[in-house]
């Protein structure tokens, strides 16, 4: 069992920065894939990143390729997400999720971003 709580969200203009952490508890976190999701009001749930276990391999939706970069701490048991340049586009509230090698197995109770024109 894999435990994720979000923070570090909030409401910051366009072009402005936010930095999203997931802290994680629970057993063999640094065995899992990490990855983000976000859902705006309306929509469906979608895929924003995603870091290997080891931090090596990371891949990012084509619309915050660029402007996200997401990261991990296997020592402190957190997943982080930088997010530069954001766009009011980028509102949602952002999910962090565990894969156990099979499907996103593990996910957050989420985190608001909110961007102003």
């Known amino acids: 069992q894999v435990q994720l709580v979000e923070s570090g969200g909030g409401l910051v203009q366009a072009g402005g920065s936010l930095r999203l952490s997931c802290a994680t508890s629970?057993?063999?976190?640094?065995?899992?894939?990490m990855g983000w999701f976000r859902q705006a009001p309306g929509k469906d749930r979608e895929f924003v990143a995603r870091i290997s276990w080891s931090g090596v391999v990371t891949n990012y939706a084509d619309s915050v390729k660029g402007r996200f970069t997401i990261s991990r701490d296997n020592a402190k048991n957190m997943v982080y997400l930088q997010m530069n340049n954001l766009e009011p586009e980028d509102t949602a509230v952002y999910y962090c999720a565990a894969h156990d090698g099979e499907s996103w197995m593990y996910w957050g109770q989420g985190t608001q971003v909110t961007v102003s024109s």
């Open positions: 629970g057993r063999a976190f640094s065995s899992y894939a």
